[in-house]
């Protein structure tokens, strides 16, 4: 069965920095590009990054550019979400998602709170 | 960046009622369209991919249609299990983006 729990959300102040992880099981993580999809409270979904499976492509929303890192860990089966410098409107819940085009398979997501 | 506007932001309707939304694409993404069901606090779940594909599971009353710029997605009897935010998300291009969402409530 496959499985991704993410972990990591919080609290946090604006300008400050969090590590999101997922945590995948139940298939060849090394096989599919992941991906993080964000939903802000009481709104709609927004894709946020994705990573092909050997890492060596990563494409980001422009609004997270230049703060954002997206990430994995194939020998951990883990992908990452380093977020720097984050703003109130960085808050939502953060989903992590298998595959590129169609996204079958998500986490329960992760809430991040950014606020002072 | 690719938008994609979907309609109606919500609509009321009853079990048995067909229903019908529909998501405008702001430039061609020929069949590029997946449909997601999400309920409250759960995550997405894919119902249609390739516009009109049904995803393996998922019942036939769910249908998708269009390409280019304009789809369709139909509930044909709405079950009382179908309440719930739908999006339309376009994976022609990077970013990916997704619909506004369209909110099936109880009439």
């Known amino acids: 069965e496959v499985q991704l729990v993410e972990s990591g959300g919080g609290l946090v102040q604006p300008g400050g920095s969090l590590r999101l992880s997922c945590a995948a099981s139940?298939?060849?993580?090394?096989?599919?590009?992941m991906t993080w999809v964000r939903q802000a409270p009481g709104q709609g979904l927004e894709w946020v990054a994705n990573?092909?499976?050997?890492?060596?492509?990563?494409n980001y929303v422009d609004s997270v550019k230049g703060r954002f890192t997206i990430s994995r860990d194939n020998g951990k089966n883990s992908l990452y979400l380093q977020m720097n410098s984050l703003r109130g409107e960085d808050t939502a819940v953060y989903f992590c998602?298998?595959?590129?085009?169609?996204?079958?398979?998500w986490g329960q997501g992760t809430l991040v709170t950014v606020s002072s | 960046d690719i938008q994609m506007t979907q309609s109606p932001s919500s609509l009321s309707a009853s079990v048995g009622d067909r229903v019908t939304i529909t998501c405008h694409a702001s430039?061609?993404?020929?069949?590029?369209l997946n449909w997601y069901q999400q309920k409250a606090g759960i995550a997405p779940k894919l119902l249609i991919y390739?516009?009109?594909k049904l995803e393996t599971g998922v019942p036939s009353r769910f249908t998708g249609s269009g390409s280019g710029t304009d789809f369709t997605f139909t509930i044909s009897s709405l079950q009382p299990e179908d309440f719930a935010t739908y999006y339309c998300?376009?994976?022609?291009?990077?970013?990916?983006?997704f619909g506004g969402g369209t909110k099936v409530e109880s009439k």
């Open positions: 998602a298998r595959g590129t085009y169609q996204n079958r398979h």
């Open positions: 139940g298939f060849t993580f090394n096989t599919y590009w």
């Open positions: 990573i092909k499976e050997d890492g060596s492509e990563k």
């Open positions: 430039q061609d993404i020929t069949k590029h």
């Open positions: 390739d516009a009109s």
């Open positions: 998300q376009q994976y022609h291009n990077l970013p990916r983006t």
